[in-house]
C-alpha cells in the first residue's frame, strides 16, 4: 500500500511540475508577444521629443495628434478602402477557386489531373522575388497596369498554389462514395460541390482566410510594382512613407503602424472563436 500510494503521490507531483512548467512558458511566450504590440501601441501617444527622452515609460503628455498627422501624411483615407477590397476580394476568390479546383483534382480523375496539378504545386516553390519582373511586364503588355484588377489578379493567382494543395488534400479525405452517390441519384459536379463539398470544406477555408487575410493585407513587394497612383495603392505603401524624411517623427511612424495593425487584432478579436474551431477541425480532419 505505501508503496503504490508513494508512486500515485510522485506522479501527481510530476504531473503538477510538468503543468506548472507548461504554464510558465506559456505566459512567457504570452509576454513576449503581446509585450512589443503593448510598447507600440503606447508609444503612438507619445511626442517625438517625450519618446526621445523615455522610450520605455508611460506616456507623461498622451496626444491623440500623432493620429491625426500620420492618417493625414500617409493619406490612409484612400488607402485603407484599396486594402479592405484587396484583402477580401483576393481572399474569397483564393477560397472558393483552391476548394473548386481542389474538388476536380481530389474527385475527379482524368489523364489530366496529375500534371496539371502538379504545375500548380511547382508554384509553392516560387518566391515574390522571382516573380516581380515578370508579372510587371505582364500586366503592362495586357494593358492593365495601373488598376484594381490586375492586383487582384496577381493576389489569387500567387494564392492559389499553397490553396490547392490544402484544399486537394483535405478533399481527398472526404469519403469517395458521397460524390458516387450523388452522381447515381443524378446530380452534376457543380452541384454536388455546392451542396456536399463546399459544406464540409469550412476548416480548410477558415486556414486559407487566415493565412491570405494577413498576408495580402501586409504585402508590399508586389503592389508596390503593380501601381503607381496613390488612388490605387494599400496601407503598406502609406505606412512605407514614414521611412524617409519622415523616420526621425517616432510619434507618427509609430501611430501609422497602429493604425495599420488595428484591423488585423479587430479580425482576429472579433472571429478568433471561429478562426480556432475552424483550425482545430482541421487538425482533427487531417
Known amino acids: 500500500m505505501s508503496e503504490h500510494s508513494g508512486t500515485g503521490l510522485s506522479g501527481k507531483i510530476g504531473a503538477a ?61 484612400k488607402l485603407l478602402p484599396n486594402s479592405i477590397i484587396y484583402t477580401v476580394g483576393a481572399t474569397v476568390g483564393i477560397i472558393f477557386l483552391s476548394v473548386l479546383a481542389g474538388f476536380a483534382f481530389a474527385k475527379i480523375k482524368s489523364r489530366a489531373t496529375k500534371p496539371i496539378y502538379g504545375s500548380f504545386l511547382i508554384g509553392i516553390l516560387l518566391t515574390v522575388q522571382t516573380l516581380m519582373i515578370p508579372l510587371f511586364l505582364e500586366v503592362s503588355l495586357l494593358g492593365i497596369y495601373n488598376t484594381r484588377f490586375a492586383v487582384l489578379l496577381v493576389y489569387i493567382g500567387s494564392g492559389l498554389p499553397m490553396g490547392i494543395y490544402l484544399s486537394t488534400e483535405f478533399i481527398k479525405a472526404i469519403p469517395s462514395a458521397l460524390v458516387e452517390s450523388a452522381r447515381i441519384d443524378g446530380a452534376g459536379y457543380f ?7 463546399f459544406p464540409m470544406t469550412v476548416p480548410v477555408a477558415t486556414t486559407l482566410a487566415i493565412l491570405n487575410i494577413t498576408g495580402i493585407w501586409n504585402e508590399f513587394a508586389l503592389i508596390n510594382i503593380l501601381v503607381s497612383k496613390t488612388s490605387l495603392k494599400s496601407m503598406p505603401l502609406g505606412m512605407f512613407r514614414f521611412s524617409g524624411s ?41
Open 17 to 77: 511540475v510538468a503543468k506548472g512548467c507548461a504554464y510558465i512558458v506559456m505566459s512567457l511566450f504570452a509576454i513576449m508577444t503581446v509585450y512589443p504590440i503593448f510598447w507600440l501601441v503606447m508609444n503612438a501617444f507619445k511626442p517625438t521629443r517625450e519618446f526621445q527622452i523615455n522610450r520605455i515609460g508611460f506616456p507623461q503628455n498622451p496626444t491623440l495628434d500623432n493620429f491625426s498627422g500620420a492618417w493625414e501624411l500617409g493619406e490612409f483615407a
Open 246 to 286: 519622415l523616420s526621425s517623427d517616432y510619434g507618427k511612424q509609430f501611430a501609422a503602424l497602429t493604425i495599420g495593425m488595428l484591423p488585423m487584432l479587430a479580425f482576429y478579436a472579433v472571429f478568433r472563436k471561429q478562426i480556432t474551431k475552424g483550425v482545430s477541425a482541421g487538425a482533427v480532419k487531417g
Open 191 to 197: 452541384r454536388i460541390f455546392r451542396d456536399i463539398i
